[in-house]
């Protein structure tokens, strides 16, 4: 699964998940789709959260 692909299923725009992590918004989208370990894995907690969350 890509990076966007990601970022969608989460329901977050790149520009929230630069807030979120405390980043520069610049920095998420020079990452293309080869986002680092650390921001895959928030989003697929984040993914997971959602599918318990009422």
Do not use: C, H, Q
């Not at 699964?1 to 929230?16: C, N, Q, V, W, Y």
């Not at 520069?24 to 318990?52: C, H, K, M, Q, T």
């Amino acid at each position: 699964m890509t990076f966007t692909d990601l970022l969608k299923r989460a329901g977050i725009s790149k520009a929230e998940l630069a807030r979120k992590l405390g980043m520069n918004p610049r920095s998420i989208s020079a990452w293309g789709e080869d986002a680092p370990r650390y921001a895959v894995a928030y989003l697929e907690l984040l993914i997971e959260f959602n599918r318990y969350a009422p």
